[in-house]
């Protein structure tokens, strides 16, 4: 059976201990120019929100961390991953958040989280062997202004024991409509953690 390519970034599914996502607000100021998608995997920048923020709540200033798109590859640190966002003003059904929108967004930050991604299209596919080693992101498909969902997946090239990688994967997800090989869906861990204990600041 082939798998569908159907791209949609990091789907948060329970954590390591069977619970349910675990979700904070975060700040995207109007001065990054970067669009942000629903299961992009975001980095904290090391500021917060300057101002009151009123969203779906009013935030004091310092209540917000601000984040970005978390850069793919070895040793890149990674917060969380978008779940959602507040609601724009400025247009009621949008669901990704444009380039230079200040908005709140939803992050799942919690360091056992665990989630679904997509193995890349292009490469290598993924094998039996990969289970249980470590891989970095990929951004080979961008993110859909049309369903908000992140183009970001699992980079099949790279599989390995490096512990500077950013993904640890898990197990394939186990579904009838989802098989070993090139676009297979697993579950993985978060790797390189800014939430992890003993962990450096940002």
């Given at each position: 059976m082939t798998n569908a390519n159907t791209p949609f970034g990091l789907r948060a599914t329970v954590n390591s201990y069977g619970g349910q996502p675990v979700v904070n607000a975060y700040y995207i100021p109007s001065t990054y120019a970067t669009a942000l998608f629903v299961g992009d995997p975001v980095v904290k920048t090391g500021t917060a929100n300057s101002n009151t923020i009123i969203a779906d709540r009013e935030y004091q200033p310092g209540s917000l961390p601000?984040?970005?798109?978390?850069?793919?590859?070895?040793?890149?640190?990674?917060?969380?991953?978008?779940?959602?966002?507040?609601?724009?003003?400025?247009?009621?059904?949008?669901?990704?958040?444009?380039a230079s929108t200040e908005r709140v967004a939803y992050v799942c930050d919690d360091p056992a989280q665990l989630f679904e991604i997509q193995s890349e299209t292009a490469g290598t596919a993924l094998a039996i062997t990969d289970i249980g080693l470590n891989a970095n992101l990929v951004y080979a498909?961008?993110?859909?202004?049309?369903?908000?969902?992140?183009?970001?997946?699992?980079?099949?090239?790279?599989?390995?024991?490096?512990?500077?990688?950013?993904?640890?994967?898990?197990?394939?997800?186990?579904?009838?409509?989802?098989?070993?090989?090139?676009?297979?869906?697993?579950?993985?861990?978060?790797?390189?953690?800014?939430?992890?204990?003993?962990?450096?600041?940002?």
């Open positions: 601000e984040i970005n798109k978390a850069t793919a590859g070895t040793t890149n640190l990674i917060t969380g991953v978008i779940l959602g966002f507040a609601f724009l003003p400025t247009d009621l059904a949008k669901t990704y958040n444009p498909v961008s993110g859909s202004t049309l369903t908000g969902l992140s183009g970001a997946e699992l980079d099949t090239s790279t599989p390995a024991t490096t512990q500077g990688f950013q993904l640890k994967i898990k197990r394939i997800i186990d579904r009838v409509d989802n098989t070993l090989g090139t676009n297979a869906k697993v579950l993985v861990s978060i790797n390189q953690h800014t939430e992890a204990v003993n962990t450096a600041g940002i």
